[in-house]
């Protein structure tokens, strides 16, 4: 029964965060930021942001045989699939890309590649964007980097949250346990056991 209330309680929460993460679904890149990349779209590269110009956020897939990736500054790409869709840790997305890419110069070349589409399309540690990104989709994913910077707040830092506000939490989870009860999900003494617990941390 306690397991069925953790997770009615942490279903909101969860599916408000599943918003934020990143997901590959239907042949389809969703980005933290909401931007998407997918089959027959235009992607447009800014310049590579190592000192020679190479893009540090996107390799060339091993079978191009290459690795010169600063010809792609300033480029178009019309992509043609998206997959293998991987999270490696340490906020590292990654997808493998494949299309045809419009050089500067224009010239067209195939092009496969894996790329960190979370910190190309948002900068990361100081450096520049890789990808240009519609306004739109650009002002979203640079508030979703700038979000992520922020520092989590410490046990201390929680406890200094106004008693006001600790009251209207402990109300609301008092609410969610009463309803869970009225629907049946909880026996009168596991509602008021949670309750009284609740009360105590005021």
Not at 158 to 168: L, Q
């Amino acid at each position: 029964m306690k397991k069925l209330l953790f997770l009615l309680l942490l279903s909101p929460l969860l599916s408000s965060a599943q918003n934020n993460i990143p997901r590959f679904e239907n042949d389809t890149l969703y980005t933290s930021g909401g931007y998407k990349i997918y089959k027959g779209q235009n992607l447009q590269f800014a310049g590579g942001t190592s000192a020679a110009g190479y893009f540090k956020f996107l390799k060339f897939h091993s079978g191009m045989a290459r690795t010169d990736t600063y010809i792609l500054q300033h480029s178009t790409l019309l992509v043609d699939k998206v997959k293998n869709f991987k999270y490696s840790g340490n906020d590292n997305y990654n997808i493998r890309i494949s299309g045809t890419a419009t050089l500067k110069d224009g010239k067209k070349i195939p092009v496969d590649f894996t790329m960190d589409f979370e910190k190309a399309s948002t900068g990361f540690d100081g450096l520049a964007a890789e990808l240009t990104l519609p306004e739109a989709n650009s002002r979203i994913l640079t508030a979703t980097a700038d979000i992520r910077k922020q520092p989590v707040p410490t046990e201390s830092q929680k406890e200094k949250a106004p008693a006001d506000i600790k009251k209207i939490l402990v109300a609301d989870e008092i609410k969610k346990l009463f309803d869970l009860y009225k629907a049946g999900a909880l026996t009168k003494e596991e509602y008021e056991a949670q309750k009284k617990k609740l009360l105590e941390r005021q």
